[in-house]
């Protein structure tokens, strides 16, 4: 086991190295075996990352360096990542058995993710406030100051930018910690950052895990500003609590049981291929996906039969080999959980149409059929290859049962009608809705969910407000002449 790759934290411009502290395996769910040893944290290791980050922002030039330096550093790390992306991908893959032509698409979005927030920051404008009463006011927006970030294992990168690079670009320090299943891609961007000149303690990177461990300590740690959270709703409410005993804002986005809604005026093709990544996409582990599949009866045999030949047709197989399209779970703990609901169908009277458990941590492309509304299939978060297929009659039906649910962070329609789509599109609980498609995303808008889903929004102008402390200047104009 020693000549595994050492993944380590990194903290105020130092990454520990394998003879200091505790460790711990990294385990590539392809083959179960450990590909690497990460350094194991716990609160001294967080509360040092925090006093790293406090120093940099309190006394270092990185949040009084102009919007244009910042960018040209965060493109530069941008560039970087690009350079680096069959290392990155690799390593994502390698973590939670993602294939790898995905994880290669999403060190291409995490790329994207800092050059738009650098380009932003630098484009984005405050308000100016005439006043009738010889006073002027105008809007300020600064950085709010140390960032935590808590980051989820489904798209290490991906998610770990998210949260990272608005926060960079405003000119915050931030302390990452990355999900204990896939921590690698997080050392290889920090050490790409001090690479591209990002000033030590600007961005610090800790390993461990959450309850009495770093991310505990990152949660109720006063010297944290802000607290951004991506996973399960259960933990975002640990955190919550956590932050208001300190008066930090938070930001939680948490779970999801997207409804999937299609309707007999459908372009069928368009609406299985969507639906089909929609539910499949990642192995099913994505908060977005849409487990909820709602399908109107006229239609509803005719999507069934190609629905499940599509799913059947996916090439599952070594995340490391370019054609894979359909990987395992992430670990041995979640293929047990998502097992745990592949029991339930048959007491809770359903029907598997396709899929069930495959070899090693692989449960395969599962499309289930005559559940009920009120089955735990249907109404709690299974986060993996499973689908409930549901029929309904009429547009009013459809969304009263896709608003049925405690989640509500996005929803899906595939309809040819454009007045149905923005009517259905706007009673939808749901912070984001896709019409006839599935995961395109703008930076502009917001992105965070309702219920269950989390509290707060971030992306655009959205994220400045909440990496910043938005001020007002009012000032006196003298209104005499001379």
Known sequence: MTDLPFFGHLIDGVESSPDTGESFDTVDPWTREPWGRVALGGKAEADAAVAAARRAFDEGLWPRMGFAERGRLLNRLADLLEEHVDELASADSRDMGKPITQARHDVARSA???RFFADHAGLSTGETLPMDTGHHSYTRFDPAGVVSAIAPWNFPLMLETWKIAPALAWGNTVVLKPAE???????????????????????????????????????????????????????????????AANLIPVSLELGGKGANIVFADADLDNAVSWSVQAIFRNAGQVCLAGSRLFVQRDIYDEFLDRFVAAAEAMVIGDPAEDGTEFGPLASEEHYTKVCGYLDLVETEGGRVRTGGRGE???????????????????????????????????EREAVARAND??????????????????????????????????????LRAPFGGVGDSGIGREGGNFSREFFTEPKAVVMQIDSGAE
Not at 199 to 224: F, I, K, M, R
Not at 372 to 390: K, N, W, Y
Not at 407 to 434: C, D, K, P
């Open 112 to 114: 994207q993710n800092f």
């Open 181 to 243: 299943d896939t921590p690698a891609s997080a050392t290889i961007m920090a050490r790409l950052a001090l690479e591209a000149g990002l000033p030590p303690g600007v961005l610090n990177v800790v390993h461990g895990y959450g309850p009495d461990s770093a991310g505990q300590a990152l949660t109720e740690n006063p010297g944290v500003d802000r607290i951004t959270f991506t996973g399960e709703s259960g933990t975002g409410r640990i955190i919550a609590k956590a932050a």
């Open 360 to 394: 090693g941590w692989v449960v395969k492309p599962t499309v289930v059929t005559d559940l009920t509304d009120d089955s735990r299939l249907v109404r709690e978060e299974i986060f993996g290859p499973v689908v409930a297929v549901l029929p309904f009659d009429t």
């Open 405 to 442: 649910t405690r989640y509500g962070l996005n929803a899906m329609i595939f309809t040819e009608n454009l007045h149905r789509a923005h009517r259905v599109s706007a009673q939808l609980s749901a912070g984001t809705v896709w019409v006839n498609c599935f995961f395109i995303r703008d």
